[in-house]
């Protein structure tokens, strides 16, 4: 099904939109569990994403309406500093209030949002959101500011607003996507390089596992706490800022100061899974596909059995790819515990994989995955196309 922004704002606001803007989701390619231990990450903007469509209004109100949900919230300007409640419209409010706090005065916009990002998924629909709103309200009243600065305000917002303690990888990605390219980012300096990505003829199969991850956050800690045990440990002998300033050689001189199974496994998994996102960027510079699809099959391993944050579902879908013909790479993408799996698939293949896969899912795991195919997409921009106020809301 299509639904068109514009006819469905002038439905709810009796006016026209101004101007309908996109921004993307994110996946991670690879690279996980090591943003926190000074090491790369390589996520990449995806075809799945927010449309935002924005009025200015004349009565010093925020309206706040998606297709996605049933509530519309409204909020009088003077009260932005404030949380709604525990709703999805807190994003594009702490946003505003990064704004006003930044000395610009705004005072009332009719916004209208629609995403076909699974909420909950790790695709990052709240950094989508964020940066949806930073990015339309910039460019609408012509602000100035940076893509970096709008990075930073929304990773303000998750921070300090909503409450989450996550790193900028998120809104980075989708703030500076470019399509057919990943981001080699080092998340702690910000300084990156643009990998050309050239799928061919594969997409990236984007699976949902479904599943609540209600273990992610309390994981992630402890996870985090094991890489800082085992690189006190490691301190003992040389002196390291983050486990990643090892290679995998020089790791092995020193890896008898861990003494704990686990904490090894830990620390193992952080620098290989490092030295892999050096070793995948050299794969796509050449055009190795074959090669990339290993590493990802590579990753998702050591998640899995050194890391300990992948799951059965995440595993089921993982190794249904490894028997499947038109897959040469996949691994879970995230946190963990839930959420997503990507896979490299080849065209040709979407109807037959998506049914094989569910029909495996379900055996397997009791219900079934949602599956998404997408290409790497751009960053946020203005719609001028009528064509692209349509959006399709079905998955593969």
Same mark, same amino acid.
């Given at each position: 099904m299509n639904i068109n922004l514009k006819e469905k704002f002038a439905a709810h606001y009796h006016k026209n939109a101004d101007a309908v803007y996109f921004t993307p989701g994110?996946?991670?390619?690879?690279?996980?569990?090591? #943003?926190?231990?000074g090491g790369l990450v390589m996520p990449c903007a995806i075809t799945l994403g927010t449309w935002v469509a924005i009025a200015p209004n004349h009565d010093n109100k925020f309206r706040f309406k998606s297709l996605n949900f049933e509530i519309e919230t409204i909020v009088d300007s003077n009260v932005l500093n404030d949380k709604n409640g525990g709703i999805w419209a807190n994003y594009p409010i702490g946003v505003i209030n990064e704004f006003i706090k930044d000395g610009k005065e705004i005072t009332g916009i009719d916004f209208l949002f629609y995403g076909n990002i699974p909420i909950g998924s790790g695709l990052s629909s709240s950094a989508s959101i964020e940066i949806a709103t930073a990015y339309a309200l910039n460019s609408y009243f012509?602000?100035?500011?940076?893509?970096?600065?709008?990075?930073?305000?929304?990773?303000?917002?998750?921070?300090? *607003?909503?409450?989450?303690? &996550?790193?900028?990888? #998120?809104?980075? +990605?989708?703030? *500076?996507?470019?399509?057919?390219?990943?981001?080699?980012?080092?998340?702690?300096?910000?300084?990156?390089?643009?990998i050309d990505v050239h799928l061919g003829n594969y997409v990236l199969a984007i699976i949902n596992t479904n599943k609540l991850r209600e273990l992610a956050d309390s994981k992630y800690n402890e996870r985090v706490a094991e890489c800082q045990? +085992?690189?006190?440990?490691?301190?003992?002998?040389i002196t390291l800022h983050y486990l990643c300033e090892l290679n995998p050689e020089k790791f092995a001189l020193h890896s008898h100061l861990i003494t704990d199974r686990v904490i090894l496994n830990r620390a193992t998994h952080v620098?290989?899974?490092? #030295?892999?996102?050096?070793?995948?960027?050299?794969?796509?510079?050449?055009?190795?596909?074959?090669?990339?699809?290993?590493?990802?099959?590579? &990753?998702?391993? &050591?998640?899995?059995?050194?890391?300990e944050v992948s799951g059965k579902e995440l595993d089921a879908i993982v190794d249904f790819c490894k028997n499947y013909k038109g897959v040469i790479g996949a691994r879970m993408t995230?946190?963990?515990?839930?959420?997503?799996?990507i +896979?490299?698939?080849?065209?040709?293949?979407?109807?037959?994989? +998506?049914?094989?896969?569910? #029909?495996?899912?379900?055996?397997?795991?009791?219900?079934?995955?949602?599956?998404?195919i997408s290409e790497i997409g751009s960053g946020p921009y203005l719609i001028t196309d009528a064509n692209h106020y349509k959006m399709n809301t079905q998955s593969a």
């Open positions: 994110r996946v991670n390619l690879i690279g996980e569990h090591i #943003d926190y231990n012509n602000l100035g500011y940076s893509k970096l600065e709008l990075v930073k305000m929304a990773k303000n917002v998750e921070n300090k *607003f909503i409450g989450l303690n &996550s790193g900028i990888m #998120d809104q980075f +990605a989708v703030a *500076f996507g470019e399509k057919n390219k990943a981001i080699v980012l080092d998340c702690e300096t910000l300084k990156y390089k643009m045990t +085992a690189l006190k440990q490691l301190n003992e002998e620098i290989k899974e490092n #030295d892999r996102v050096h070793l995948a960027a050299k794969a796509l510079n050449e055009g190795n596909l074959e090669e990339f699809g290993r590493l990802m099959y590579a &990753s998702h391993e &050591s998640l899995k059995t050194l890391y995230g946190a963990g515990f839930g959420g997503c799996a +896979a490299l698939l080849e065209k040709g293949y979407e109807d037959d994989f +998506a049914k094989h896969l569910t #029909d495996y899912y379900v055996d397997k795991i009791g219900y079934p995955a949602a599956i998404y």
